[in-house]
């Protein structure tokens, strides 16, 4: 069974950054585009952006411009480097390959991230 590992996450003042990882088996990760997904408390869970094979990106109209998602296929590796965080931005964060309506694979345990002062 494919297992996800996200990490990085953590309380961060506003204006902070953060950098999430995202581990995936190398029998799959070059084969998938991969994306960041978020869960508000009391909300649906929500795509922040993807990043393909070809290493292009799109992301929410929310978090252009203060995320950077990179991918590291040496590493089976995806990141999510969040800059000028905000308090709205407070969410577990999750990584997996989009796939319609929700991910490709079962989700991981995610990684907390809080942005208050």
């Known amino acids: 069974q494919v297992q996800l590992v996200e990490s990085g996450g953590g309380l961060v003042q506003p204006g902070g950054s953060l950098r999430l990882s995202c581990v995936a088996p190398?029998?799959?990760?070059?084969?998938?585009?991969w994306g960041w997904y978020r869960q508000a408390p009391g909300k649906q869970r929500e795509l922040v952006g993807t990043i393909t094979n070809a290493d292009y990106t799109n992301y929410a109209d929310s978090v252009k411009g203060r995320f950077t998602i990179s991918r590291d296929n040496s590493k089976n590796t995806v990141y999510l480097q969040m800059n000028s965080l905000k308090p709205e931005d407070t969410a577990v964060y999750y990584c997996?390959?989009?796939?319609?309506?929700?991910?490709?694979?079962?989700w991981g345990q995610g990684t907390q991230v809080t942005v208050s002062s």
């Open positions: 190398g029998s799959i990760f070059g084969i998938y585009a």
């Open positions: 997996n390959a989009p796939a319609v309506d929700s991910g490709a694979f079962p």
